[in-house]
Protein backbone atom coordinates (compact mmCIF):
# COMPACT_ATOMS: atom_id res chain seq x y z
CA UNK A 1 0.00 0.00 0.00
CA UNK A 2 0.97 2.96 -0.29
CA UNK A 3 1.66 6.12 2.75
CA UNK A 4 2.99 9.17 3.55
CA UNK A 5 6.56 8.42 5.51
CA UNK A 6 10.14 10.37 6.31
CA UNK A 7 13.53 9.06 7.17
CA UNK A 8 14.29 12.16 9.11
CA UNK A 9 12.84 15.22 11.03
CA UNK A 10 12.56 18.14 9.13
CA UNK A 11 9.66 20.31 7.04
CA UNK A 12 7.09 18.41 5.66
CA UNK A 13 6.87 19.54 2.67
CA UNK A 14 10.66 18.48 2.23
CA UNK A 15 10.69 15.73 3.76
CA UNK A 16 7.83 13.59 3.43
CA UNK A 17 7.87 11.26 0.78
CA UNK A 18 5.08 8.65 -0.67
CA UNK A 19 6.56 5.05 -0.24
CA UNK A 20 5.17 1.35 -0.17
CA UNK A 21 4.30 -0.21 2.80
CA UNK A 22 3.19 -3.79 3.87
CA UNK A 23 -0.64 -4.06 4.02
CA UNK A 24 -0.96 -3.89 7.94
CA UNK A 25 -3.05 -7.02 9.76
CA UNK A 26 -5.45 -6.33 12.71
CA UNK A 27 -4.27 -7.95 15.55
CA UNK A 28 -6.57 -8.70 18.43
CA UNK A 29 -8.91 -6.49 19.52
CA UNK A 30 -7.97 -4.06 16.29
CA UNK A 31 -9.69 -2.72 13.02
CA UNK A 32 -8.58 -2.39 9.59
CA UNK A 33 -9.51 0.83 7.93
CA UNK A 34 -9.12 2.00 4.42
CA UNK A 35 -8.49 5.93 4.35
CA UNK A 36 -10.77 8.15 3.09
CA UNK A 37 -9.77 11.63 3.65
CA UNK A 38 -7.62 13.00 6.32
CA UNK A 39 -6.62 16.29 7.71
CA UNK A 40 -3.39 17.84 8.03
CA UNK A 41 -3.16 19.56 11.88
CA UNK A 42 -0.46 21.81 13.42
CA UNK A 43 0.46 19.16 15.38
CA UNK A 44 1.15 16.33 12.79
CA UNK A 45 3.54 18.86 11.00
CA UNK A 46 5.35 19.48 14.45
CA UNK A 47 5.55 15.92 15.11
CA UNK A 48 7.28 15.72 11.17
CA UNK A 49 9.58 18.31 12.02
CA UNK A 50 10.56 16.70 15.27
CA UNK A 51 9.15 19.69 17.56
CA UNK A 52 5.95 17.79 19.23
CA UNK A 53 5.56 16.31 22.38
CA UNK A 54 5.25 12.91 20.68
CA UNK A 55 8.48 11.94 18.60
CA UNK A 56 8.06 8.93 16.38
CA UNK A 57 11.11 6.43 15.97
CA UNK A 58 12.41 6.82 12.25
CA UNK A 59 11.59 5.97 9.77
CA UNK A 60 7.89 6.97 10.28
CA UNK A 61 4.40 7.31 9.35
CA UNK A 62 2.46 10.34 9.83
CA UNK A 63 -1.08 11.73 10.36
CA UNK A 64 -3.40 10.79 13.37
CA UNK A 65 -6.92 11.63 12.21
CA UNK A 66 -8.58 10.23 9.36
CA UNK A 67 -11.99 9.17 8.39
CA UNK A 68 -12.44 5.36 6.56
CA UNK A 69 -14.20 2.37 6.22
CA UNK A 70 -14.02 -0.56 7.85
CA UNK A 71 -11.54 -3.19 5.85
CA UNK A 72 -11.42 -6.21 8.30
CA UNK A 73 -11.90 -7.04 11.47
CA UNK A 74 -9.42 -8.56 14.50
CA UNK A 75 -9.97 -11.25 16.97
CA UNK A 76 -12.52 -10.38 19.21
CA UNK A 77 -13.82 -7.45 17.53
CA UNK A 78 -17.69 -7.62 17.25
CA UNK A 79 -19.11 -4.14 17.86
CA UNK A 80 -18.09 -3.00 14.11
CA UNK A 81 -18.59 -4.76 10.90
CA UNK A 82 -16.82 -4.55 7.59
CA UNK A 83 -18.02 -1.54 5.54
CA UNK A 84 -18.83 0.37 8.38
CA UNK A 85 -17.92 4.25 8.14
CA UNK A 86 -15.78 5.44 11.05
CA UNK A 87 -13.31 7.89 12.04
CA UNK A 88 -10.80 8.23 14.65
CA UNK A 89 -8.57 10.99 16.05
CA UNK A 90 -5.92 9.70 18.06
CA UNK A 91 -4.22 6.59 16.02
CA UNK A 92 -1.17 7.34 14.46
CA UNK A 93 0.45 6.71 10.58
CA UNK A 94 -3.17 7.12 9.24
CA UNK A 95 -1.77 8.79 6.18
CA UNK A 96 -1.68 5.68 4.41
CA UNK A 97 -4.16 4.00 1.99
CA UNK A 98 -4.88 1.89 4.88
CA UNK A 99 -4.44 1.69 8.66
CA UNK A 100 -4.89 -0.03 12.01
CA UNK A 101 -6.51 0.63 15.51
CA UNK A 102 -8.00 -0.29 17.77
CA UNK A 103 -11.62 -1.09 17.74
CA UNK A 104 -12.54 1.37 20.72
CA UNK A 105 -10.32 4.14 19.27
CA UNK A 106 -12.75 4.26 16.01
CA UNK A 107 -16.19 6.30 16.14
CA UNK A 108 -18.94 5.13 14.21
CA UNK A 109 -20.23 7.88 11.63
CA UNK A 110 -23.66 8.21 10.45
CA UNK A 111 -24.61 8.09 6.62
CA UNK A 112 -26.04 11.32 6.92
CA UNK A 113 -22.77 13.18 7.67
CA UNK A 114 -20.46 14.32 4.65
CA UNK A 115 -17.10 12.45 4.65
CA UNK A 116 -15.60 15.67 4.64
CA UNK A 117 -16.90 16.39 7.88
CA UNK A 118 -16.21 13.13 9.54
CA UNK A 119 -12.54 13.70 8.61
CA UNK A 120 -12.24 16.34 10.75
CA UNK A 121 -14.71 15.37 12.98
CA UNK A 122 -12.40 14.14 16.36
CA UNK A 123 -9.11 16.18 16.77
CA UNK A 124 -10.08 19.65 16.33
CA UNK A 125 -13.99 20.20 17.34
CA UNK A 126 -13.38 17.26 20.08
CA UNK A 127 -10.54 19.74 21.28
CA UNK A 128 -12.36 22.13 21.18
CA UNK A 129 -15.78 21.06 23.35
CA UNK A 130 -12.96 19.02 26.02
CA UNK A 131 -11.53 22.55 26.23
CA UNK A 132 -14.77 24.14 27.01
CA UNK A 133 -15.82 21.45 29.58
CA UNK A 134 -12.02 21.61 30.80
CA UNK A 135 -12.70 25.48 31.61
CA UNK A 136 -16.38 24.68 33.07
CA UNK A 137 -17.80 28.32 32.68
CA UNK A 138 -20.96 28.81 33.18
CA UNK A 139 -23.60 30.83 31.04
CA UNK A 140 -22.77 34.57 30.56
CA UNK A 141 -19.35 34.06 31.76
CA UNK A 142 -16.50 35.43 29.55
CA UNK A 143 -13.17 33.67 28.32
CA UNK A 144 -10.57 35.31 26.30
CA UNK A 145 -8.35 33.36 23.50
CA UNK A 146 -5.59 34.32 21.05
CA UNK A 147 -5.45 32.77 17.78
CA UNK A 148 -9.49 33.42 17.35
CA UNK A 149 -8.66 32.59 13.31
CA UNK A 150 -7.77 29.26 14.23
CA UNK A 151 -9.10 26.16 13.48
CA UNK A 152 -9.70 25.53 17.24
CA UNK A 153 -10.33 28.74 18.06
CA UNK A 154 -13.33 29.31 15.94
CA UNK A 155 -14.50 26.53 17.13
CA UNK A 156 -14.22 27.44 20.67
CA UNK A 157 -16.26 30.23 19.60
CA UNK A 158 -19.04 28.60 17.86
CA UNK A 159 -19.63 25.97 20.66
CA UNK A 160 -18.88 28.57 23.44
CA UNK A 161 -22.04 30.90 21.70
CA UNK A 162 -24.41 27.63 21.78
CA UNK A 163 -23.15 27.10 25.28
CA UNK A 164 -24.18 31.04 26.07
CA UNK A 165 -20.83 31.42 27.12
CA UNK A 166 -19.15 35.10 26.09
CA UNK A 167 -15.48 34.96 23.91
CA UNK A 168 -13.47 37.58 22.88
CA UNK A 169 -11.26 36.78 20.71
CA UNK A 170 -7.87 38.06 19.97
CA UNK A 171 -6.52 37.75 16.70
CA UNK A 172 -2.60 39.65 15.49
CA UNK A 173 -3.68 41.27 12.51
CA UNK A 174 -6.72 43.64 11.60
CA UNK A 175 -7.81 41.43 8.34
CA UNK A 176 -8.50 38.51 10.87
CA UNK A 177 -11.16 40.34 12.39
CA UNK A 178 -13.23 40.75 8.63
CA UNK A 179 -12.22 37.07 8.38
CA UNK A 180 -14.01 36.00 11.63
CA UNK A 181 -16.56 38.24 11.02
CA UNK A 182 -17.64 37.23 7.31
CA UNK A 183 -17.89 33.22 9.26
CA UNK A 184 -20.22 35.06 11.43
CA UNK A 185 -18.35 35.45 14.58
CA UNK A 186 -17.90 38.91 16.25
CA UNK A 187 -15.68 39.96 19.06
CA UNK A 188 -12.95 39.93 18.20
CA UNK A 189 -9.42 42.20 18.53
CA UNK A 190 -6.82 42.88 16.37
CA UNK A 191 -4.12 43.23 19.19
CA UNK A 192 -1.87 45.08 16.01
CA UNK A 193 -3.58 48.33 17.27
CA UNK A 194 -2.70 50.75 19.93
CA UNK A 195 -5.97 50.94 21.66
CA UNK A 196 -6.90 46.97 21.57
CA UNK A 197 -7.09 46.86 25.15
CA UNK A 198 -9.73 49.42 25.21
CA UNK A 199 -11.69 47.42 22.42
CA UNK A 200 -11.69 44.72 24.76
CA UNK A 201 -13.07 46.93 27.51
CA UNK A 202 -15.32 48.18 25.61
CA UNK A 203 -16.55 44.20 24.53
CA UNK A 204 -16.90 42.77 27.64
CA UNK A 205 -18.53 46.23 29.26
CA UNK A 206 -16.32 45.68 31.78
CA UNK A 207 -17.46 42.20 32.88
CA UNK A 208 -14.58 40.29 34.58
CA UNK A 209 -13.03 37.69 31.95
CA UNK A 210 -12.60 34.37 33.93
CA UNK A 211 -10.60 32.12 31.97
CA UNK A 212 -8.05 32.71 28.59
CA UNK A 213 -6.79 30.72 26.82
CA UNK A 214 -3.10 30.96 25.01
CA UNK A 215 -2.32 28.97 21.65
CA UNK A 216 1.01 30.98 21.08
CA UNK A 217 3.91 31.40 23.55
CA UNK A 218 5.58 34.47 24.41
CA UNK A 219 4.00 37.36 24.69
CA UNK A 220 0.93 37.22 23.47
CA UNK A 221 0.31 34.75 26.38
CA UNK A 222 1.54 37.61 28.78
CA UNK A 223 -1.89 39.86 26.92
CA UNK A 224 -4.03 37.32 27.69
CA UNK A 225 -2.82 36.99 31.17
CA UNK A 226 -3.13 40.89 31.73
CA UNK A 227 -7.23 40.64 30.82
CA UNK A 228 -8.05 38.46 33.53
CA UNK A 229 -10.12 39.21 36.13
CA UNK A 230 -9.08 37.96 39.75
CA UNK A 231 -8.98 34.47 40.67
CA UNK A 232 -9.31 33.97 36.76
CA UNK A 233 -7.26 30.71 34.88
CA UNK A 234 -4.90 30.94 32.40
CA UNK A 235 -5.04 27.69 30.14
CA UNK A 236 -2.04 27.19 27.49
CA UNK A 237 -3.11 24.79 24.56
CA UNK A 238 -0.25 25.60 22.15
CA UNK A 239 2.72 27.37 21.35
CA UNK A 240 2.74 28.27 17.98
CA UNK A 241 5.30 31.37 17.98
CA UNK A 242 7.02 30.47 20.93
CA UNK A 243 8.26 27.54 23.68
CA UNK A 244 8.53 30.09 26.68
CA UNK A 245 5.68 31.90 27.77
CA UNK A 246 6.30 36.01 29.35
CA UNK A 247 3.85 36.26 31.95
CA UNK A 248 4.07 39.20 33.97
CA UNK A 249 4.46 38.35 37.79
CA UNK A 250 2.46 41.06 38.97
CA UNK A 251 -0.44 39.48 37.20
CA UNK A 252 -0.11 36.12 38.73
CA UNK A 253 0.46 37.14 42.02
CA UNK A 254 -1.88 40.26 42.82
CA UNK A 255 -5.06 38.75 40.44
CA UNK A 256 -3.73 35.33 42.48
CA UNK A 257 -3.90 33.59 38.47
CA UNK A 258 -3.90 29.89 38.36
CA UNK A 259 -2.18 28.68 34.81
CA UNK A 260 -3.09 25.03 33.81
CA UNK A 261 -2.00 23.21 30.46
CA UNK A 262 -4.21 21.36 28.34
CA UNK A 263 -3.56 18.48 25.82
CA UNK A 264 -6.20 17.28 24.06
CA UNK A 265 -4.80 13.36 23.69
CA UNK A 266 -4.32 13.04 27.44
CA UNK A 267 -7.59 14.69 28.50
CA UNK A 268 -9.61 12.56 25.80
CA UNK A 269 -7.58 9.22 27.47
CA UNK A 270 -8.60 10.05 30.69
CA UNK A 271 -12.08 10.91 30.10
CA UNK A 272 -15.12 8.43 31.53
CA UNK A 273 -17.09 6.72 28.78
CA UNK A 274 -20.20 8.70 29.43
CA UNK A 275 -18.61 12.16 29.28
CA UNK A 276 -17.10 11.10 26.10
CA UNK A 277 -20.50 10.04 24.32
CA UNK A 278 -22.36 13.45 25.99
CA UNK A 279 -19.88 15.65 23.97
CA UNK A 280 -19.88 13.77 20.79
CA UNK A 281 -23.50 13.78 20.59
CA UNK A 282 -23.39 17.85 21.31
CA UNK A 283 -20.94 18.10 18.75
CA UNK A 284 -23.36 16.09 15.80
CA UNK A 285 -26.13 18.20 17.07
CA UNK A 286 -23.88 21.37 16.70
CA UNK A 287 -23.23 20.82 13.21
CA UNK A 288 -26.76 18.97 12.11
CA UNK A 289 -28.08 22.75 13.60
CA UNK A 290 -25.34 24.72 11.98
CA UNK A 291 -24.35 26.15 14.96
CA UNK A 292 -20.59 24.39 14.32
CA UNK A 293 -19.08 24.39 10.72
CA UNK A 294 -16.33 22.72 9.65
CA UNK A 295 -15.34 23.81 6.19
CA UNK A 296 -12.96 22.45 3.89
CA UNK A 297 -9.99 24.55 2.29
CA UNK A 298 -8.91 22.38 -0.10
CA UNK A 299 -8.62 18.50 -0.86
CA UNK A 300 -4.75 17.22 -1.90
CA UNK A 301 -3.69 13.44 -2.75
CA UNK A 302 -0.66 12.19 -1.41
CA UNK A 303 2.07 12.89 -4.69
CA UNK A 304 1.01 16.35 -3.90
CA UNK A 305 1.81 16.49 -0.13
CA UNK A 306 4.25 19.16 -0.19
CA UNK A 307 1.73 21.41 -1.74
CA UNK A 308 -0.68 20.35 0.96
CA UNK A 309 1.95 21.10 4.10
CA UNK A 310 2.21 24.79 2.63
CA UNK A 311 -1.20 25.33 2.18
CA UNK A 312 -2.23 24.08 5.55
CA UNK A 313 0.47 26.82 7.07
CA UNK A 314 -1.03 29.59 4.70
CA UNK A 315 -2.25 32.87 7.00
CA UNK A 316 -5.91 33.39 6.67
CA UNK A 317 -7.06 30.05 5.43
CA UNK A 318 -10.06 28.97 6.15
CA UNK A 319 -10.89 25.82 6.22
CA UNK A 320 -8.97 22.15 6.67
CA UNK A 321 -6.70 20.93 3.99
CA UNK A 322 -7.63 17.17 3.59
CA UNK A 323 -5.56 14.56 1.85
CA UNK A 324 -7.22 11.90 -0.15
CA UNK A 325 -5.09 8.28 -0.86
Known amino acids: ????????????????????????????????????????????IWTVRGTYGYKPELPA???????????????????????????????????????????GALIPVPDGVPDEVAAQLVSMPFSAISLLDFLALSEGDWLVQNTANGAVGRMVAQLARARGINVVGLVRRAAGVDELREQGIDNVVATDADDWRDR???????????????????????????????????????????????????DVIFKQITVKGFWGSKVSSAMDAATRGRLFGELLTRIS????????????S?????????????????????LRP
Not at 221 to 230: H, I, Q
Not at 302 to 322: C, E, P, Q
Open 1 to 44: MRALTHSSFGPAEDVLTVDDRPLPVPGPGEVRVRTVLSPIHNHD
Open 200 to 250: VAAITGGAPIIAGVDSVGGASAGEVLSLLAENGTLVVFGAMASPVMELGSG
Open 302 to 322: FDDIADAARASMTAGRVGKVL
Open 289 to 300: SGELTLPVSAIY
Open 61 to 103: QSGTEAFGVVDALGEGVDALSVGQRVSTGGTFGVWAEYFTARA
